[in-house]
């Protein structure tokens, strides 16, 4: 049986059936290769192993099957030298296993690059829970269990992953979830957190657009058309911003058929709603000054890529190259001006980061991310990885790895590698065995 085809409900069942609630994936620096916590899962180690896209020696890989709703829900921590991993928590919906593993590695490994390139002493991790299995959410009531029981599982973490909001999940949710864990972030602001954080990832964003049309000479973001991939959490301020800038034309897409209404809310603006099926990614191809991919993940690849007709594409959305290396080569043997996306989406993390310490009006710890003085703003640090780019001969996406992967490797002035420390006590003292009948 080859573990990594089937699909996240038909894993639910196997391991019901073997009688493990749990399960880890634990990458071995002194032997090479991964731990996994039970045999009948050993595809799954071999599977990460042998892969040379998106498996990056993760440090952790921790799964269950949640005791009452029986839905998969999973952490994926990268690298924790600058501190306890910390991430969003996905919802969504997975063909296979694979597709499952693959979208929390790629994501956690983001978030590594992503919160050291804003200078934060946290490390890269991903919350994911496969819609389609357990029970679903259209009662309120198991929808608040659901969360709860996550928020039960980061607890079992002991602090090594810190979740917050994500694609699926509301601030709603998260407040299910901070009924049972204090390691999280983004609750809501009656309990005295900081809500969505997706208006200052959207202003982020624009900020990275303004680097790359200075970068190539071309003004600013006044006259210009953007074509928005995803008109969500992100995508339907980022609009309002871009509206306040001075664009000629927005050109929006999304699968939800009541996002038309958004056009009322800008009634000034050249706003052009396309509402089209999942999977339809025609709107990166329309004429444009920038693409903002704001959506989902993998849609920059050797189908898309060719069709592109803008010089700059800069969004929100994670991972939005199916392959870095091959797509990242792709985008410059075009002319294309690519901006990586955990150089310019870092607002939403930064929020969180920040609301431990508490609040200020106009906070000048999250304007100096989003203004023009700070050397490591959005906006400065962009202009830097893409002016060395040019100098160097790289691309702006390896420019900026390569900063965010030295960056990562910082080990935190306090607490050192402990995150590390975490998940080997999480191994030795039997974490994957609690759960089993």
Known sequence: MELQKLSPAELCELLVREKIRRFFLVWDE???????????????????????RDFDRHEGVFVQ??????????????????????????YWRYDTVEAYLRDGLRLARGMTHKNALAGLWWGGGKGVMARGTGLGTSDPAIRRRIYEEYGEFITSLHGVYVTAEDVGTSVEDM???????????CIPPALGGSGNPSVPTARGVVRGMEAALQHLGRGTLAGKTVAVQGLGHVGEPLV??????????????????????LAQRFPGL????????????????????VVAPCATGGILNPRTIPTLQASIVCG???????????????LEERGILYLPDFL???MGIVN????????IEEDPSIERHLGDTWDNSIFNLSLKVLEEARRSGRTPARMALDLAEERSRELHPLWGHRGAAIIGSLVRTGWASVLQK
């Open 270 to 289: 050249d706003l052009e709603i396309r509402i089209v099926e999942r999977g339809d990614n025609s709107v990166l191809a329309v004429p444009a000054d």
């Open 240 to 261: 309002g911003f871009l509206a306040e800038k001075g664009v000629r034309k927005v050109i929006g897409s999304d699968i939800d058929p009541g996002r038309r209404d």
């Open 65 to 90: 099957v949640a005791p009452e709703t029986g839905v998969l829900q999973g952490a994926f921590i990268h690298r924790t030298c600058r501190g306890q991993s910390a991430g969003g928590m996905r």
């Open 175 to 185: 407040a299910a979830v901070f009924s049972r864990t204090r390691f999280t972030t």
């Open 30 to 52: 002194e032997a090479g290769r991964v731990q996994v916590s039970h045999p009948q899962l050993e595809p799954l180690a071999r599977l990460l192993e042998e892969d040379r």
């Open 344 to 346: 310019v989406n870092r």
């Open 352 to 359: 969180c980061a920040d609301e431990q310490y508490g609040y």
């Open 316 to 330: 929100a959305a994670n991972n939005q190259l199916e392959d870095p290396e091959r797509d990242d080569s792709l």
